[in-house]
């Protein structure tokens, strides 16, 4: 009988009974890069499965011995003894039903984000795992950066005073949009299983335009720039505000298609009051080359203070007092939220509250360095230690954040159309056929079910 090696421990190998087994379910591009980062966090990959065997080729090399799969349901059924979390780095289209058979295999799951299609899906992992009580972490990883903690630190001590507006924007997307026909069908390459590629969504022929990357434009696979930027650059507002749902959302794009998404859009959401924000909140969305206007309480709206720029994506705050601007995309330390503006014309006023802001930013970041851990490393413990109300990024806020994004991507099959939002019936006030986009039905084979 041949073992796998990580069933063994020996002389410099941790024993299993220590390890921190997990099995990766997609493992090109992104998925690459978290099985890196999984084992630098302290993780052992046992399994390692993706539909596309040249892709994940690289990083089926770099694990000779870690067992191998293509269909994630056989490796639930058959090898889940084998380890004790799943990390999902798959096209937005399977992350739900991956994810739900994942916890009814009880595992404790990894999702990267954005962490569904559709507001439907997003509802059944949150109530799935709220249930299970799993580790359930979303892979917005600048949520555990010293960027939000600098974000919620300069919001609870008032230094903006009362907050006014939001505004997120982004460079993306980097993959077409705005496609009025789908691409010519071809053959699917040999390496490729394309029926478990499709998963849930219904069967069609391949085509090159799908992939790689390039799902992410198409309305059947994807979610478009604000659903894949949006659960990174909406997190300072959702987590430091503490917003809900928004109750009207609002959006300008390029005339939209049905089968793609628009090449740019701004995404207006309205949200009622919370004890942050006592008279409600307006936060504008811009993507595909759009920006913010210059903070209105800068007082030379011609020419903006000196050193603002919006840069290629980001989240400004705007105060009464100040505004911030920042990140939560990365981690590097000059890469700070900055204060851009005050409510003064005297740029001395100005120079002071940003010395104020690096100042306290360092403070931040010597407080942290002992104890902050990164995103990948406090999921492991949460999952170790069965804390599920320990997770970095709590799924129920992460988890609003990601379904309001998707009712901005449906706003824009609408543009110019005010979206009411019915919270008490999770739907949109008489709008039809906006409802029928909250959700689909997986074809056979696949599941929603928890």
Not at 136 to 165: K, P, T, W, Y
Not at 355 to 361: G, P, V
Not at 421 to 430: H, N, Y
């Amino acid at each position: 009988m041949i073992v796998s090696p990580h069933v063994l421990g020996g002389p410099g190998k941790t024993p299993p009974s220590d390890q921190f087994r997990f099995a990766q379910i997609g493992v090109g591009g992104q998925g690459a890069r978290d099985v890196r980062r999984m084992i630098h966090a302290g993780g052992t990959p046992v399994a390692l499965c993706d539909v596309d065997v040249q892709r994940a080729g690289k990083t089926f090399c770099q694990h000779p011995d870690v067992e191998r799969f293509t269909d994630y349901r056989v490796m639930l059924d058959e090898f889940d003894k084998e380890f004790d979390a799943v990390v999902i780095s798959t096209p937005d289209h399977t992350h739900a039903a991956i994810g739900l058979a994942a916890m009814r295999h009880g595992k404790h799951v990894y999702l990267q984000c954005p962490m569904a299609r559709t507001f439907d899906e997003v509802q059944r992992l949150q109530t799935a795992a709220a249930e299970s009580g799993l580790a359930v972490q979303v892979g917005n990883q600048g949520h555990s950066s010293l960027h939000m903690r600098a974000f919620q630190d300069f919001v609870q001590r008032g230094v903006l005073g009362e907050i006014q507006s939001v505004h997120c924007w982004t460079d993306r997307p980097e993959w077409p949009q705005g496609m009025a026909t789908t691409p010519v069908s071809t053959s699917p390459p040999i390496s490729l299983d394309w029926d478990l590629w499709l998963g849930p969504v219904a069967d069609r022929p391949f085509c090159k335009g799908y992939l790689p990357v390039a799902w992410r434009g198409w309305w059947d696979f994807g979610t478009g720039a604000l659903g894949d930027m949006g659960c990174h650059l909406l997190d300072p507002a959702f987590t430091a505000l503490r917003l809900k749902l928004p109750r009207t959302v609002t959006a300008d794009c390029e005339t939209a298609a049905s089968i793609s998404y628009p090449v740019w859009s701004q995404v207006q959401m309205e949200f009622d009051a919370t004890d942050v924000c006592p008279k409600g909140l307006k936060l504008t969305w811009d993507d595909g080359g759009k920006q913010p206007e210059t903070p209105t309480i800068i007082a030379d709206e011609t020419t903006g203070e000196p050193g603002f720029s919006a840069g290629g994506s980001g989240c400004m705050i705007v105060g009464d007092k100040m505004t911030l601007v920042g990140s939560t995309l990365a981690n590097e330390s000059d890469q700070m939220p900055q204060i851009v503006a005050v409510a003064s014309d005297d740029d001395s006023e100005l120079a002071a509250a940003r010395q104020a802001a690096r100042e306290r930013a360092e403070q931040l970041s010597a407080e942290g360095s002992k104890t902050s851990k990164s995103h990948y490393e406090r999921w492991i413990q949460a999952a170790r230690e069965g804390k599920s109300d320990a997770l970095a990024s709590d799924l129920q806020t992460a988890g609003t954040m990601t379904q309001a994004s998707l009712l901005g991507c449906i706003a824009t099959r609408f543009p110019g159309q005010a979206l009411r939002w019915d919270e008490a019936k999770q739907q949109f006030a008489g709008s039809d056929e906006a409802n029928s986009f909250l959700s689909f039905e997986p074809r056979e084979g696949h599941s929603f079910e928890a």
